[in-house]
């Protein structure tokens, strides 16, 4: 069975930065894609970022893009959220979660695991 654990998250003054961490339990980690999804209170879960098998290619919703970046280190089965110049909007419980092969990238059921999730809240 697949374990991802989330850690990182917090509660920062807008314009901060917090960095995100997911560590994977399994050996395969690096042949999967992973991502990172967010779901705030009242609202359904949604894309943030996503990054290929190789880490070559990254992916972002516009919302994050310029202000938040994906990385993984496959020597550690860790997958990384850098997120800068928080906004209150950022707000939400994060997710990661190990991606299957599709082409959908931004879709949360082309995920098969999923963390149990790490709090951010940003203050205005």
């Known amino acids: 069975q697949v374990q991802l654990v989330e850690s990182g998250g917090g509660l920062v003054q807008a314009g901060g930065s917090l960095r995100l961490s997911c560590a994977a339990s399994?050996?395969?980690?690096?042949?999967?894609?992973m991502g990172w999804f967010r779901q705030a209170p009242g609202k359904e879960r949604e894309f943030v970022a996503a990054?290929?098998?190789?880490?070559?290619?990254?992916y972002y919703a516009d919302s994050v893009k310029a202000r938040f970046t994906i990385s993984r280190d496959i020597a550690k089965n860790t997958v990384y959220l850098q997120m800068n110049s928080l906004k209150p909007e950022d707000t939400a419980v994060y997710y990661c979660?190990?991606?299957?092969?599709?082409?959908?990238?931004?879709?949360?059921?082309?995920?098969?695991?999923w963390g149990q999730g790490t709090q951010v809240t940003v203050s205005s």
């Open positions: 399994e050996r395969t980690f690096s042949a999967y894609g």
């Open positions: 990054i290929t098998s190789s880490g070559g290619t990254t």
């Open positions: 979660a190990r991606k299957r092969p599709s082409a959908q990238i931004m879709v949360p059921t082309t995920y098969d695991f």
